[in-house]
C-alpha cells in the first residue's frame, strides 16, 4: 500500500525566514496531494493543495511544489510568523479503490520571534 | 456552514471498560472517515465510509473496536474493552464524495485517556 514520509519532524525557524516540508510516496498513481495545519489541541485543516497535473500552486506566503517523477512534495512557508507555529501534515491520496488519505507522520514548525 | 460535530470532547476510561464516540459530519457529505491520532503521530485511518457502507476497515483492530453509519449520516465508533495504547484523539472527517479531488474536513476529535 501507499507509504508516506515526511521530513523534517521538527523544524525552528527565525520569524521572516522561509520554512521547507519535505514528502515522499510510494505510489506513482497518487495524484492529490493536501497539506494541512494543526494547532495544539484543534482540528486539522486543509491550507492548500496540489493535483498532479500542476507542478506548483501558490497562496500568498504558501506554496507547495510537486515532482512527479521523484514522488516527492513540498510545503514552502515564506515570511513566516509566529502563527504559523504548528504542525503541519501532509497527505496523499490515490485514485483508485477506495480514495483514502494517508498521512504523513508530521512536522512541528516553531517559529521564533 | 456546520462543521463536523464530535462528542465527547474529552474521555477517561479504565483499560477493559467500554467506550463510544459519536460524530456528525457535514451535511451532504458521503463519506465519513474516522482516524486515530497518536500523540506525535499522523492520524491513521482506522474505517472509512460511503454512505452507509464500509469501503474501507483493514487497519481497524476487529477484536475490539466497531463502528458504525447506520442511516448514511451520524457515525459511532465503539471500542470494547480498551486497551493502554487505545489512549490517542479520535478524528471524525468527511468529504463530498470520496472522488480524489475533495477535500476531507476534520472534528475536533476525542480525547481518549485509558488508565
Known amino acids: 500500500g501507499e507509504n508516506v514520509e515526511q521530513h523534517p519532524s521538527t523544524l525552528s525557524v527565525q520569524e521572516g525566514d522561509s520554512a521547507v516540508i519535505k514528502c515522499t510516496y510510494s505510489d506513482s498513481a497518487s495524484n492529490y496531494f493536501p497539506w494541512y495545519k494543526q494547532e495544539l489541541g484543534k482540528r486539522p485543516q486543509l491550507i492548500i493543495d496540489i493535483r498532479s497535473n500542476v507542478g506548483e500552486k501558490k497562496d500568498q506566503r504558501i506554496a507547495v511544489t510537486l515532482n512527479k517523477t521523484a514522488k516527492h512534495f513540498s510545503l514552502h512557508i515564506t515570511e513566516t510568523q509566529p502563527e504559523d507555529s504548528a504542525v503541519y501534515f501532509c497527505?496523499?491520496?490515490?485514485?483508485?479503490?477506495?480514495?483514502?488519505?494517508?498521512f504523513g507522520t508530521g512536522t512541528r514548525l516553531k517559529v521564533l520571534a | 456552514e456546520a462543521g463536523v460535530a464530535q462528542s465527547p470532547r474529552y474521555k477517561i476510561i479504565e483499560k477493559r471498560q467500554s467506550v463510544a464516540f459519536w460524530c456528525n459530519p457535514i451535511?451532504?457529505?458521503?463519506?465519513l472517515y474516522w482516524y486515530q491520532q497518536i500523540l506525535g503521530q499522523g492520524p491513521k485511518l482506522l474505517i472509512q465510509?460511503?454512505?452507509?457502507?464500509?469501503?474501507?476497515d483493514s487497519q481497524l483492530p476487529k477484536d475490539r473496536f466497531s463502528a458504525e453509519r447506520l442511516k448514511g449520516v451520524d457515525s459511532t465508533l465503539k471500542i470494547q474493552p480498551a486497551k493502554l495504547e487505545d489512549s490517542a484523539v479520535y478524528l471524525c472527517?468527511?468529504?463530498?464524495?470520496?472522488?480524489?479531488?475533495?477535500?476531507?474536513?476534520f472534528g475536533q476529535g476525542t480525547r481518549l485517556t485509558v488508565v
Open positions: 497527505a496523499v491520496r490515490a485514485p483508485s479503490g477506495t480514495y483514502k488519505y494517508i
Open positions: 465510509f460511503q454512505n452507509n457502507g464500509v469501503v474501507d
Open positions: 451535511s451532504g457529505h458521503a463519506t
Open positions: 472527517a468527511s468529504s463530498l464524495t470520496s472522488s480524489v479531488n475533495t477535500e476531507a474536513f
